[in-house]
C-alpha cells in the first residue's frame, strides 16, 4: 500500500525544476507512504515517476519504488497488494507444471510483490499479467521500449487512480493532492460533478471535481504514447477492459451454481478462507476491524481458524443510543477468542474530525459514515500497519435494506394506478413529519419521516426509478448547483441490465457505490494515518461465485445475505449476530441542531452562498431552516453541502 504521481511532459522546466515538482507531488501524498521515497526520470521521453513507500513485503531496500524490471525495459510505480504473488513467482521460476520451464527464470533481487509483478509483465504482457494477478493495486508502468505508459486499476476499485491533461502535461497519481502540487495543475471545478456529489454524496468514476481529469474505471488499464503528446491532448483514448464486473454478472445470471445448498456453503467457505490466508500474509503487524456484523464477523472468523495466535481485531463505540455496536463486536472477539481492543469516542472526539475531513478527501465527500471510518482507522493504526476489512458483503449478497424495500413494496404500490400515488404522495408531503409525530403515529412504529419516505416512494414511476430515488439524494440537483448538469452515470445510464430488479440493483451497486463511495471511504480514512486496508470478499473469485448463486442464497424469508450468515454460524452462534442492521453512522442530525449548529450556519450563511457562485441559496437555507426547527430530517441532503462548502474553504 503506497501512493504514487507523475507526469508527462516537461514544458520548459529545467532538470532542477523536474526533479523538485516530482518531489513536491511526493511529499504531498506523504500520508500513502511514510517508509521511503523515490523519483525515477526519463528525460529524453520527459516522463517522471515519484513514489511514496508503506512498507508491508519486503521491508528492506530490495523494495524500493519506482521499481525497474530485470531487463531494464519497465518501471512502475505501484500502489496496493498482489496476494498471489509467491505462486506467480514459483510459475516464473519454473517450477509449476510437469516439467521445469526455466525460459523466465529471475534473478530475484528481494521478496516483495511490486518485483514480482514487473517480472510477470516482462514475461507475459501487461494484458496478460492482468489477468493472472489476485489483488488490489493501481500503478504506472512505463514501457521504456515502446516509449508508452500503462495507468492500471484493480478490478473492484479498491484503490484509486487519477489522470488528466492540464496545460499540455499529463499529470496523473494516487490522489489529487499531488496535482496540486504541480504548477501545470489549473483546477477549474467541474459544476456537473457538484450535481451528482449532491445525488450521490460522491462523484461517481470516471468523473472528479476538476474539468480534465477523469479517474480511471475499476477493472481497466490506459494506453498512452509519449510521442504522440499534442494528439492525446485533443483526445485521451478510451481505457480497455481487463476484467468486467457486469460481463461477471451477466455470465453468473445465465449460468447458475446448481448444487445443494450445502455444498454452495462449503465452496464459499472455501472460497473465502483462501481470500482471508492470503491476504494475512504481511511483515509487519496485521489485525483486522470488527463490528459485529455479519461481514467483519466472518472475516474475522476465517482468520482466526488460520492463526495459531490471536487476531487482533478493532472496533470504536459511542455512548449514544442506536449508535454503539461495540458491545456486539466484543462479545464475537470473546467467543473467537481474538485479541480486541476497543475504543469509546466521545461525540466532542468524532466532532473534531469534521474539521480534518477536507484534507482527507480530494474531493467533496459526504458519506457521514467517513467519521467514524477515520476514528477506527486511526485507532487500530496505534496497533498495527494493516487491516482487514468486511466491506464488500452488501453488494454481494444482498444486505442493503433498500433490496427488501424494493422487492417488498413496488409489487403492493405498483397495483396503485399512477395518477392516485402522486395524489396519495402530495397528500402525505402536505403535513410535516413533525405533525405527523404529535399526532400520535410515533406510537404505532411509524414516525413522520418514515411517512415522507413512504410520499416519496409513490410518487416515483417505475421499479428502475425506485432504486435511484432509494440512492439519491437531492432529487433534482440542478435546481441547487449552478449550472449544474448532471452527467450520464452508471445509475442514470445502466450499462448492465438484468431481468431480477433486486440483482440489478446489486449490480448498480457494486459498479457505483462500492468504488465511489465505500472503498473511496476506506482508502482516504485508512491511507491518511498510513494503515494498509484488505478486503477479502472483494477477491474477484469470491465476486464471480457470487454472482453465481441464485437469489434466494442470497436473500431469504425477508433477510439478506443468507449464504454469508450460514457460513459464518459455523463459527459464531447465530445468537450473537441476528440483530436489526445498525449501519456504521454518527447523529449528524441532531449535531447540526446542536453543537455543530454554527459551523454550518457559517457556512450555509446566504451571502456567502452568493457570493461564491456555486449554489442557489433558496432550497439549500429552505432545507435548513426546517432542519433546525425540527419540522424535517434533511441531516443527508444538508451534509452533502456542508462537505462541499468545508473542502471549499480549504481551496485557497
Known amino acids: 500500500m503506497c501512493g504514487f504521481a507523475g507526469f508527462i511532459g516537461f514544458s520548459n522546466f529545467s532538470k532542477d525544476k523536474v526533479e523538485s515538482i516530482a518531489s513536491d507531488m511526493g511529499d504531498a501524498i506523504f500520508h500513502r507512504g511514510p517508509d521511503d521515497f523515490g523519483i525515477w526520470r526519463d528525460d529524453s521521453a520527459e516522463v517522471v515517476l515519484t513514489h511514496r513507500r508503506l512498507s508491508i513485503l519486503d521491508l528492506s531496500m530490495a523494495g524500493h519504488q519506482p521499481m525497474i524490471s530485470p531487463s531494464g525495459r519497465f518501471v512502475i510505480a505501484y500502489n496496493g497488494e498482489i496476494y498471489n504473488h509467491n505462486d506467480l513467482r514459483a510459475k516464473l521460476n519454473g517450477l509449476i507444471g510437469k516439467e521445469k520451464d526455466t525460459r523466465h527464470k529471475v534473478n530475484w533481487k528481494g521478496s516483495s510483490d511490486t518485483e514480482t509483478l514487473l517480472a510477470l509483465i516482462e514475461a507475459d504482457g501487461v494484458a496478460a499479467a492482468l489477468e493472472q494477478v489476485v489483488g488490489m493495486f493501481a500503478f504506472a508502468l512505463w514501457d521504456r521500449k515502446e516509449k508508452s505508459l500503462y495507468l492500471v486499476r484493480d478490478r473492484m476499485g479498491e484503490k484509486p487512480l487519477y489522470y488528466g491533461w492540464q496545460k499540455g502535461i499529463l499529470l496523473f497519481g494516487s490522489e489529487l493532492k499531488a496535482f496540486k502540487a504541480h504548477p501545470a495543475f489549473d483546477g477549474e471545478m467541474d459544476r456537473g460533478s457538484i450535481a451528482l456529489q449532491l445525488r450521490h454524496n460522491c462523484i461517481p468514476a470516471p468523473y472528479s471535481i476538476y474539468k480534465g481529469i477523469k479517474k480511471l474505471l475499476p477493472g481497466a488499464f490506459l494506453k498512452l504514447s509519449a510521442g504522440n503528446v499534442g494528439a492525446l491532448e485533443r483526445e485521451l483514448p478510451e481505457p480497455q477492459r481487463y476484467w468486467s464486473f457486469a460481463a461477471v454478472a451477466e455470465r453468473g445470471v445465465e449460468s447458475r451454481f446448481v448444487g445443494s445448498e450445502s455444498s454452495a456453503i462449503s465452496e464459499l467457505d472455501r472460497l473465502l478462507s483462501r481470500s482471508v490466508l492470503e491476504q494475512m500474509v504481511a511483515d509487519v503487524p496485521l489485525g483486522a476491524f470488527l463490528s459485529g456484523g455479519v461481514d467483519s464477523s466472518a472475516v474475522v472468523a476465517l482468520m482466526q481458524k488460520q492463526s495459531s495466535v490471536p487476531v487482533k481485531t478493532f472496533s470504536i463505540g459511542f455512548n449514544e443510543s442506536g449508535y454503539d455496536e461495540a458491545i456486539y463486536a466484543k462479545e464475537v472477539a470473546s467467543h473467537l477468542g481474538t485479541e480486541h481492543t476497543e475504543l469509546y469516542v466521545t461525540a466532542q472526539q ?272 429552505k432545507k435548513w431552516e426546517e432542519h433546525i426547527l425540527g419540522r424535517r430530517n434533511w441531516q443527508y441532503h444538508l451534509w452533502d453541502v456542508l462537505m462541499f462548502q468545508a473542502w471549499l474553504e480549504v481551496q485557497s
Open 350 to 621: 468524532a466532532m473534531d474530525v469534521i474539521h480534518r475531513l477536507p484534507q482527507l478527501y480530494d474531493e467533496p465527500f459526504s458519506d457521514s459514515s467517513q467519521i467514524p471510518t477515520f476514528l477506527v482507522a486511526e485507532m487500530t493504526r496505534q496497533n498495527v500497519k494493516v487491516s482487514l476489512s468486511g466491506d464488500g458483503g452488501d453488494e454481494l449478497f444482498g444486505g442493503y435494506n433498500r433490496y427488501f424495500k424494493t422487492h417488498q413494496w413496488w409489487d403492493k404500490i405498483n397495483v396503485i394506478p399512477k395518477s392516485v400515488r402522486m395524489l396519495l404522495s402530495k397528500g402525505l408531503l402536505s403535513i410535516s413529519p413533525g405533525v405527523w409525530d404529535r399526532a400520535g403515529f410515533v406510537a404505532a412504529g411509524v414516525s413522520g419521516n418514515n411517512i415522507s419516505k413512504l410520499a416519496g416512494v409513490l410518487s416515483v414511476p417505475d421499479g428502475a426509478s425506485l432504486y435511484r430515488h432509494f440512492t439519491t439524494h437531492w432529487d433534482d440537483p440542478a435546481a441547487v448547483v449552478i449550472d449544474g448538469q448532471e452527467r450520464r452515470t452508471e445509475v442514470s445510464d445502466p450499462s448492465i441490465e438484468l431481468n431480477a430488479r433486486v440483482e440489478q440493483m446489486m449490480a448498480l451497486d457494486t459498479l457505483t457505490y462500492l468504488p465511489d463511495d465505500i472503498l473511496t471511504k476506506v482508502d482516504r480514512a485508512a491511507m491518511g494515518v498510513s494503515l494498509e486496508t484488505r478486503i477479502p470478499l472483494l477477491d474477484h473469485r469470491v465476486v464471480e461465485f457470487a454472482w453465481k448463486l441464485p437469489l434466494s442464497m442470497k436473500i431469504c424469508h425477508g433477510q439478506g445475505k443468507w449464504i454469508l450468515r450460514q457460513l459464518l454460524y459455523q463459527y459464531v452462534p447465530k445468537e450473537l449476530i441476528e440483530r436489526p442492521k445498525m449501519g456504521f453512522g454518527v447523529p449528524i442530525d441532531s449535531w447540526l441542531r446542536g453543537p455543530l449548529r454554527d459551523w454550518a450556519e457559517n457556512l450555509l450563511d446566504e451571502s456567502r452562498l452568493r457570493q461564491e457562485g456555486y449554489f442557489y441559496p433558496q432550497p439549500i437555507r
